[in-house]
């Protein structure tokens, strides 16, 4: 009995010791922050402000679980924030056109899915570097949509109540846009630490020769990673009409996508793949939220806060490094 | 013998035998400048579709303003290219750009400096927001990729905050300077100036990467930290400089827009970074890092300005110019990493590529026949010595002291002296693959070293380097110019060392490649002592092996291994010059030639030939299958399983042969050395010398003394 | 020559040509003064090239100037192209050069900033090409400009604020702005224009004032934070319809689109119109993008006609900024995108 405790101790500090990664940092820096905020920053102290704050980086965070999520396999993906404004254009450009809503977002998500299928197959069969056929996959859509519909922004109409409730409702007074978030991330979490596919990417992204030689049908495995990330642009864009009540393109020529890969890292994705934990993306965007979010209370202009931002970022980027350095003889390239 | 036919007949097989397009795609693929191809490809395919659908695109006019436009994202791709050569990435290229046009603008409107001021305050401010790139990614070793992405987010907060402060003093302020204005629009020998700089800028690059200590430490930087530490290379300050130049290449880029332009805005430079990444991987510098020349940035550059030149003026709306740059993307991305996945495989594969070997007629070697090579058993009787204390000597010589010289596989001279040969020494140790070898009159003994060249060994055991190099064939692709696989020599009487070099497509470890390649892949080359020269005398040879200056010092014997040809090379005399067939019809290969006492030559057959063998040689089609298909100890060669030593006369008669029938003392003699009347025998893959006694040789003739006189007895 | 006056006499040529040929049907030819007047301007205009290089081709007013331009140039004779570097400055600066090799008759380019294209514009008008630019002028003046003036809808809207939040009025007098782009000349004038109007009265106060990038999700995250902050906002200012529309669900979502006053100006398209009527912007100023459409036309005839060489006249052509409110949005005063 007392050695099972012992062993039970070891594992919870092997836990531990796992644990003081960069989440914990992120944890930490952003618990001081909250708390720091709260006392010198009047009106940021609030269950109102920490939902406004929380509303805020749920797209962020839709899109950080799916980025983070094929950064640990190793992959990236450019075009999520194209496909997220792409395929909801194209819903709100279908009823437009007349078609029923729920055919319209049925289409939207087949779109989707299949653009992610594709992105995946090139990437798997081609073997081509990701960084670029997900660029390109994202001029592809934004040509495509503007070719169905040259209009620079598409207006969610009035009556389609549903859609709405997704970015505006709440349930149980939480808004739908953090449940949506929440639920996603624990999604992921049990996929990432529960499923085998979650298991087979962990290994995918520490070794992807290895993993195939384990037997790991890898090729399959990539396209159905690239639908997931797919899937959860398309998540967060339901999110994205709901709360904005409309999808303009021109979001997918703005360095947002710059922001998502930011949040992951920032959470201790390493681009090395292999690493990273649902967690550790939630806290990289509470993290960026509530710098955000006291920035904004603080009306401080976008370029000084990017500039306080980025400071930051270094700052951490540099104390992780001090925290847990790389191992310098086996860094690789595009990290 | 020299008539017109022959010579056409001769040139026709020579053309056959050196040209083939399968031979000329395998070298290309070897050649790493046609590594870029398909970018290169896309390129030209996009101009030539732009001069076909753009109205004036083909025009000096637009070609002159394009040269103007396109500098200075070539700069930023440029510096782009360099951070991922390093291994690194530099996503900042496009906001320290923006950077640093604003501090142009800001030295020279607000601050009002002088025009070289300006120049230098501004690659001041390149080198600085790159020196902390530097400083981060080199020193506190942050990963380049986040760095860079949040370096971006600072440079351009602050250059939106400066715009706004100097708006007003942008758009009212004018400097009226030659100086600023040469650099805006003026033209050095007809081309704009910030292209002329670009192209000084890309010609120093490319020298600095492909030929000097700071590139090759780079790239060795990029390609592998561990490897590139454990050499000793500073990794740190080599990442920190790297940082440097990408922002000094930024700041170049600035100027010239400042001065051009004379704008500030938040949209300087945007999305350069994508562009500049795209461009860069486009032009083929591998992500891995390691890999890419200058001029593979520049091609890359070129597609995506090109690409976004011609669409938007081509009226196509903007969301086509999206798509196609998309889809362009995708396929030249995919084209290219099959092209690079499987070019290497390719080249593989077509690289040996045997063609129909001319080999006379093949005479009888039975026993009893009344023919000089009938097969005997005279090399049964040998002594052997040095057993299992040599390894693999190619070739055996003799000093004046009577002390024996042979070789091992790992770059060892042996020397065996004393009583029977029993003292073993290390001569000395040169490295590669020792293989003939002659003494200078000096008493030096030059070795042909395989993979090495040739090198010279003193009385005292030191080795030097006699040469590695010659020149370059200029019609080849295959860079000639490094000796492959220097086999013998000899000298002649005027000093000059004359050796082959036995092929320049395989290397010593896939040398029988060659053989059954049965291409003119090797040469005879010369090198003069007085000259320090090397000079490649016949570039076309069927694999030359042996080497030996005829008893008059007229002419060079040369011994064909691929073609069992002995020929005559003139380098004196009326003929001299002139290339003739001495000895054909051997039963075997030939490899080394060596005097012997009687004013005859000694020739070692290093594989009998056989009907099969033959008749391979006129199948080129079944030797390729052969090579492909099967795994090498299958391979039909020469039977290796005897030993054989054929004398011959200046006549081009042969007198006698020795043979070891089921190479039980000797397989495969490679060489032999006449001294005191024994002859000496050594072969490539055998584990010992031997000697054996000749009757009625000359015991007092030595190798030395026939070429450089004995100096007791005064010059001979 | 103003624009009505331009417009009158177009109207009354147009009108004295149906009448004559309505009075003597069989005479094809009509009335020699007539026949002589349309000769003259067949003569200057037939045939002449007009480039069109808006910074996006797809925004509604780029899309609605380029319409009437393609309409009315191509009724007359004109040669239209379009260049459309879909925001990509580089692309754009590259298109202008190349415009300007192709020696046009006229540009109208729409600038992306007031310095980026000005040396270009300089170097076409000293090579005899008109340049007209329209929305925003560059440092440099070219023959003629066409929009609105910037710092005139930031004061109407500003006076507007003034009057519906300012002393009297019982409302707290907080006003939050989301700008455009901070260093956006259009959005640094119009915010002047608004703190001139606001530097009237003390009682107003902005409680925040950001830059949305243009970007609606921008918007509604900035506006998220400030309607939380100050429940009782009185005012919201957005300085483009398509940004604004996020700021304006953002204060639908917290419950209180009945209580601020969403302010928006833009091209006036359908979009915006829709957003009105669906409650979401309560005042809309709009820059009738066809009415500027239809002045960057009669610019470009005016100096086509003229004798006046390249750059030596600088002429402006200001359209009114007009009120839309829920009472008069409609298919009159908003223009629709799907004629194209």
């Known amino acids: 009995m007392a050695r099972l405790t012992q062993i039970s101790s070891n594992a919870l500090q092997e836990k531990w010791k796992f644990k003081t990664t960069q989440e914990l940092v992120m944890l930490a820096l952003t618990g001081v922050l909250l708390v720091s905020f709260s006392i010198f920053l009047p009106g940021f102290f609030g269950v109102n402000n920490f939902l406004v704050l929380l509303n805020s980086i749920a797209i962020l965070g839709i899109l950080s679980l799916g980025m983070g999520m094929i950064i640990m396999s190793r992959g990236i993906d450019l075009s999520e924030v194209a496909v997220m404004a792409g395929s909801w254009a194209i819903v709100l450009i279908f009823v437009d056109q007349g078609t029923s809503l729920p055919l319209a977002v049925f289409a939207s998500l087949v779109f989707a899915l299949a653009v992610g299928a594709f992105s995946g197959a090139v990437i798997a069969f081609i073997e081509a570097p990701a960084l670029f056929v997900t660029l390109a996959v994202s001029f592809v859509v934004y040509g495509i949509v503007f070719w169905m519909s040259p209009s620079l922004v598409h207006y969610v109409p009035q009556d389609a109540t549903a859609l709405r409730f997704f970015g505006s409702g709440k349930l149980m007074g939480v808004p739908m846009p953090i449940i949506i978030f929440m639920s996603c991330a624990l999604v992921m979490h049990l996929f990432l630490s529960r499923s085998v596919p979650g298991r087979f990417l962990y290994a995918q992204g520490d070794n992807p020769w290895a993993a195939r030689l384990t037997g790991i049908p890898l090729r399959p495995l990539i396209v159905f990673e690239y639908m997931i990330v797919a899937l959860l642009a398309w998540i967060a864009g339901l999110v994205w009409v709901g709360t904005s009540g409309s999808v303009q393109m021109t979001v997918v020529q703005s360095p947002y996508i710059f922001d998502v890969i930011l949040v992951v890292i920032l959470g201790g994705v390493s681009l090395v793949g292999g690493r990273g934990h649902t967690l550790s993306i939630v806290a990289g965007c509470l993290f960026i939220g509530t710098m955000l979010n006291a920035l904004t209370i603080m009306n401080v202009s976008s370029d000084v806060q990017n500039i306080i931002r980025g400071s930051v970022l270094l700052l951490a980027i540099v104390i992780d490094n001090f925290i847990h350095p790389r191992d310098e003889e086996t860094a690789r390239q595009g990290d | ?716 | 020559m103003t624009l009505g006056k331009i417009k009158m006499s177009v109207a009354t040529a147009i009108a004295t040509v149906l009448l004559v040929s309505g009075a003597s049907a069989q005479d094809t030819k009509g009335t020699k003064a007539s026949a002589e007047l349309k000769a003259d301007y067949d003569g200057s205009v037939v045939g002449k090239r007009i480039a069109y290089l808006p910074i996006m081709y797809g925004s509604p007013l780029a899309l609605e100037w380029g319409r009437v331009l393609q309409r009315e140039a191509e009724h007359r004779g004109i040669i239209y192209e379009l260049r459309d570097p879909n925001s990509n400055v580089d692309a754009q600066l590259q298109a202008l050069k190349a415009l300007i090799d192709s020696q046009p008759d006229v540009i109208v380019v729409q600038n992306p900033s007031v310095t980026l294209l000005m040396r270009d514009l300089k170097r076409a008008e000293e090579q005899g090409i008109h340049v007209i630019q329209v929305n925003m002028a560059s440092n440099y003046r070219s023959d003629a400009f066409v929009g609105v003036d910037w710092r005139e809808i930031g004061r109407m809207i500003g006076e507007d604020v003034v009057k519906e939040c300012g002393a009297g009025s019982g409302k707290s007098g907080k006003v939050a702005v989301v700008q455009g782009e901070i260093t956006a000349a259009g959005s640094i004038d119009q915010m002047a224009g608004i703190n001139a109007a606001f530097a009237e009265d003390p009682s107003i106060e902005i409680v925040s004032n950001q830059a949305g990038n243009w970007l609606a999700d921008t918007a509604k995250n900035l506006t998220d934070v400030v309607i939380q902050q100050h429940p009782d906002l009185c005012a919201h200012i957005g300085f483009w319809g398509l940004m604004q529309s996020g700021a304006a669900q953002a204060i639908r979502n917290a419950g209180k689109i009945d209580d601020v006053i969403v302010y928006a100006s833009g091209a006036g398209s359908v979009l915006d119109c829709d957003q009105i009527n669906q409650g979401n912007f309560d005042k809309y100023l709009s820059y009738t993008g066809t009415v500027q459409g239809h002045a960057l036309f009669n610019a470009a005839l005016s100096l086509l006609q003229g004798d006046d060489e390249p750059g030596e006249i600088k002429r402006a052509y200001y359209t009114r900024p007009v009120w839309l409110d829920a009472s008069n949005a409609d298919a009159k005063n908003c223009f629709p995108l799907d004629e194209n």
């Open chain 2, 1 to 716: 013998m020299h008539d017109t036919n022959v010579d056409t007949t001769k040139f026709f097989f020579r053309l056959s035998s050196s040209v083939s397009p399968r031979l000329l795609l395998s070298e290309l693929l070897m050649k790493k400048w046609f590594e870029p191809a398909v970018p290169f490809t896309l390129l030209v395919a996009l101009i030539l579709t732009l001069c076909l659908t753009v109205p004036n695109f083909a025009t000096v006019r637009n070609v002159v303003s394009l040269a103007t436009l396109y500098p200075e994202f070539g700069f930023v791709v440029l510096a782009m290219g360099l951070s991922m050569i390093s291994g690194g990435i530099d996503l900042s290229v496009g906001a320290i750009f923006a950077f640093c046009n604003l501090i142009a603008l800001i030295l020279l409107l607000v601050l009002e400096w002088s025009i070289p001021g300006v120049i230098m305050g501004t690659l001041a401010a390149g080198a600085f927001v790159g020196s902390i790139n530097g400083f981060l990614v080199g020193y506190l070793k942050t990963r380049p990729f986040l760095t860079t992405l949040v370096t971006v987010i600072i440079v351009r907060s602050v250059v939106n905050l400066l715009n706004q402060e100097h708006a007003l003093t942008f758009a009212t302020n004018y400097v009226e300077s030659d100086a600023w204005d040469f650099i805006a629009s003026g033209q050095v020998l007809g081309i704009p100036v910030n292209a002329m700089t670009l192209i000084v800028v890309l010609i120093i690059g490319h020298i600095l990467l492909s030929r000097s200590r700071f590139g090759w430490r780079l790239t060795a930087v990029g390609a592998s930290r561990k490897a590139a530490r454990h050499a000793g290379v500073n990794v740190n300050a080599m990442l920190f400089s790297t940082y440097i130049i990408s922002g000094l290449l930024c700041a170049m880029s600035g100027i010239f827009f400042a001065a051009r332009q004379a704008s500030s805005d938040s949209f300087t430079g945007l999305g350069w970074e994508f562009q500049a990444l795209t461009a860069a991987v486009l032009g083929g510098i591998s992500f891995a890092g390691g890999n890419g020349t200058v001029w593979r940035a520049m091609i890359g550059g070129l597609v995506i300005f090109l690409l976004n030149n011609g669409l938007v003026r081509m009226g196509v709306p903007g969301y086509i110019t999206s798509s196609s740059v998309g889809i362009i993307l995708l396929v030249a991305v995919a084209i290219d990493v099959k092209w690079s996945k499987n070019s290497s495989k390719a080249s593989e594969l077509l690289y040996v590529n045997p063609t129909r070997i001319p080999l006379a007629r093949r005479p009888s070697i039975d026993a009893g026949d009344d023919n000089p090579f009938a097969r005997n058993d005279r090399l049964l009787s040998s002594e052997i010595f040095g057993l299992n204390q040599v390894e693999g000597p190619e070739d055996v010589i003799l000093d004046r002291q009577g002390r024996v010289y042979g070789s091992t596989r790992d770059g060892n001279i042996i020397r065996f002296s004393g009583e029977n040969f029993k003292r073993r020494e290390v001569f000395a140790h040169i490295g590669g693959r020792p293989l003939g070898m002659q003494f200078d009159p000096d008493e030096n003994l030059i070795v042909c070293v395989a993979g090495m060249g040739v090198y010279g060994v003193t009385r005292e055991g030191e080795a030097y380097k006699v040469t590695d190099e010659t020149n370059r064939t200029w019609y080849k692709l295959n860079d000639d110019s490094r000796l492959r696989m220097a086999d013998d020599l000899d000298i002649a009487p005027d000093g000059k060392i004359y050796f082959s070099d036995c092929t320049t497509r395989y290397e010593m470890t896939t040398n029988a490649l060659d053989v059954i390649e049965g291409r003119p892949n090797g040469r005879l080359i010369v090198y003069d002592p007085k000259t320090g020269k090397t000079h490649t005398e016949i570039n076309h040879l069927h694999f030359p092996n042996g080497i030996c200056v005829s008893h008059d010092g007229q002419s060079v014997l040369i011994a064909s291994t691929s073609l069992s040809r002995v020929y005559r090379y003139w380098i004196e005399g009326p003929r001299k010059g002139g290339l003739e067939t001495l000895l054909d019809e051997l039963p075997g290969c030939c490899d080394n030639i060596n005097r012997a006492s009687d004013g005859t030559y000694w020739l070692a057959l290093i594989g009998i030939r056989s009907p099969a063998f033959d008749l391979a040689g006129h199948m080129p089609g079944f030797r390729r299958r052969m090579v492909r298909e099967i795994p090498v100890d299958e391979w039909l060669v020469p039977s290796l399983n005897q030993g054989c030593v054929v004398k011959f006369n200046d006549a081009g008669e042969v007198l006698e042969s020795y043979w070891d029938p089921e190479g039980v003392n000797h397989p495969s003699v490679t060489s032999m050395r006449e001294h005191k009347g024994y002859l000496y025998l050594a072969g490539l893959e055998n584990n010992r010398l031997g000697r054996i006694k000749i009757e009625g040789a000359d015991t007092e003739w030595t190798g030395f003394d026939a070429y450089w006189g004995d100096p007791q007895k005064g010059s001979a």
